[in-house]
């Protein structure tokens, strides 16, 4: 299909989902769920395909993890759809309605956003997650995969398509471009005649190549230098366990752990353990001079390394003497993505809190868990690191802006 038919069945397609009532919109949802599971066998086979290709290419371990599906991460797909029926429907909510002296009614109501344009990598799990968010908000999805999980994103697509045929419904509200080359995407991002908005979920390079290039709005996504600082006063076992979660649980994605923050009071007591149980996982340590000497087989870090977004089976720890060089510290390199503490002072954790500049700021918490399923979401369009129109996971209420509506019985301006 060219680009151009994608995006007028896109435009055709917002106005017959329009007005869809909470309902019908939830029953899809559980439907494309269940219809999900029974082609699951149909979507892994389509993603052995994927992966054999990647593997050939000598895709990293950690994008072949992003790009594997399984049973059960299509069952977590299909259970973030059941959980987006059970949330309200933010279309249509009045958030306010005041009476001016000349007697207008003047209110805001929330709705849609229009045609919702969708650039990512080797992440099939997003095609059904930005689907059933952008449905739900009666939104129509243009999706544009990378070449990687082209198969995988082909077979979740052709269930959910099937689903919407099924039950009445526009096929059109979700879109694949199957075309993978680099000037179709900078044909797509040039497309704001019939794409409101343009979201990228990807590395930096993806990112940066929409921001730089889109005629759209862009919604900027997902670089994720995401530190960990260990205070003087932290339970260090607590703090052990928190990094190996953060870091190693999945390596490859935006809320993984990349950078960590370590007082220097507390560095030869934590990082004997911290290193040798990193090495056990095939984690590497890129190191500043100070924490070198306790760490287990560590090489010296340099400047790139405080800004570097990994993305793979390796780490960096600076060291710092306060709280207050850790936090200009995570300023200066972070991504505004996620940021964790790792105290048990009240007063440091609650400076942390204010100070630290990101979208997500933990205390004594992995910042694995900055996800839309996680925070009750249901599932996420991406992660949001500016701060305009949203910031953080990105659910519902991100994918849908206003409009204010006013009642009159005859007024006319002086």
């Known amino acids: 299909m060219e680009l151009l038919e994608i995006g007028k069945r896109a435009r055709e397609a917002e106005s017959k989902i329009r007005g869809l009532s909470t309902n019908k919109k939830n029953n899809l949802l559980l439907q494309c769920a269940e219809d999900l599971q029974k082609h699951t066998g149909e979507i892994i086979a389509a993603n052995e395909e994927d992966m054999n290709k990647c593997k050939e290419n000598g895709m990293s371990q950690g994008i072949l993890d992003r790009l ?7 069952d977590s797909m299909a259970a973030g759809l059941c959980q987006l029926a059970t949330l309200d429907d933010p279309v249509g909510e009045v958030l306010s309605m005041k009476k001016r002296p000349n007697g207008l009614l003047i209110g805001q109501k929330r709705v849609p956003l229009g045609v919702v344009g969708i650039i990512y990598e080797a992440r ?25 999980a082209l198969s995988s994103n082909r077979a979740i697509v052709a269930s959910i398509r099937g689903t919407l045929k099924c039950a009445g419904l526009p096929e059109d ?70 990094i190996i979660n953060a870091k190693t649980q999945r390596v490859a994605v935006c809320n ?22 990193l090495k056990k996982t095939g984690v590497k340590i890129r190191a500043d001079q100070e924490a070198l000497p306790f760490i287990e087989e560590g ?36 991504t505004k993505h996620s940021e964790a503490i790792i105290t048990s002072s009240y007063g440091n954790a609650q400076k942390f809190l204010e100070q630290v500049d990101a979208a997500a700021v933990y205390v004594n ?11 009750g979401f249901g599932a996420e369009i991406g992660i949001s690191t500016q701060k305009i129109h949203s910031r953080g996971p990105m659910g519902l209420l991100a994918l849908t802006t206003t409009k204010y509506i006013i009642y009159g019985n005859g007024q006319v301006r002086s």
């Open 68 to 74: 594997l599906l399984t049973k059960e991460r299509i």
């Open 299 to 334: 090489t010296l870090a340099n400047e790139e390394d405080w800004s570097k977004e990994y993305l793979d089976y390796i780490i960096s720890i600076k060291t710092v003497s306060s709280i207050d060089e850790a936090i200009k510290h995570i300023n200066q390199y972070n």
């Open 365 to 375: 918490a992995s910042t694995r868990f900055t996800d839309g399923f996680e925070f």
């Open 256 to 277: 993984a752990c990349e950078s960590l923050v370590i007082h220097e009071k507390v560095k030869e007591f934590l990082l004997p353990v911290l290193s040798h149980r």
């Open 124 to 148: 099939p799990n997003v095609t059904a997650d930005a689907f059933g968010l952008c449905f739900k908000t009666e939104n129509v999805v243009i999706l544009k995969g990378g070449r990687d």
């Open 173 to 242: 509200a979700l879109l694949l471009i199957t075309d993978t080359s680099r000037d179709t995407s900078n044909a797509f991002m040039k497309m704001n005649q019939y794409v409101d908005v343009l979201i990228p979920r990807g590395g930096v390079g993806l990112i940066q190549a929409v921001m730089n290039n889109s005629t759209i709005p862009v919604i900027e996504t997902g670089i994720g230098n995401c530190h960990i600082y260990v205070d003087d006063s932290a339970d260090l076992n607590m703090a052990v366990n928190i």
